[in-house]
Every structure is written in C-alpha cells, then in structure tokens.
C-alpha cells in the first residue's frame, strides 16, 4: 500500500466521523459526551492526513532527492 492510500484513508474515516458527531449532535440520539469525542477523533484523523501527504515524503522521493 502506497503512503498517499493511508493518507486518503485517514481523510475518509474523518470525514466519516465527522459526519456521524454532525448527526449525533443535531439527531434525536443526542449524547452528551460521544460527539465532542468524534469531533475531536475526526479532527485528528483528517490534520494527521492532510499533514501527512504534504510533510512526509514518500520514499520513491526521497531516494530521487538523495541522487
């Protein structure tokens, strides 16, 4: 698995809970906890994501640079 993939993966999945803490806080199924803690994972998953695909460098990259 290539690292742009896990990265992509890391932005679905909070976006996922994103939607599911939005659902959550305006849904009948109000929680007072869940959602504050989907919001906070949600945040997390898509910095580390964004952050990820444009700080790390892949290895095919770095071995190019390093030449």
């Known amino acids: 698995m290539k690292n742009n993939v896990v990265y992509y993966v890391l932005i679905a999945l909070g ?3 994103l939607a599911m803490a939005v659902w959550w806080t305006i849904g ?3 929680h007072h ?3 504050y803690v989907l919001y906070a994972v949600a ?3 898509v910095a580390g994501g964004i952050i990820g695909m444009f ?3 892949p ?4 071995t190019v ?3």
């Not at 290895?59 to 770095?62: E, L, P």
């Open 33 to 35: 906890f869940r959602q």
């Open 59 to 62: 290895k095919t990259a770095a």
């Open 28 to 30: 009948p199924h109000h």
């Open 65 to 67: 640079i390093a030449e």
């Open 43 to 45: 945040v997390v998953l």
């Open 15 to 17: 976006v996922i809970a």
């Open 55 to 57: 700080v790390i460098k």
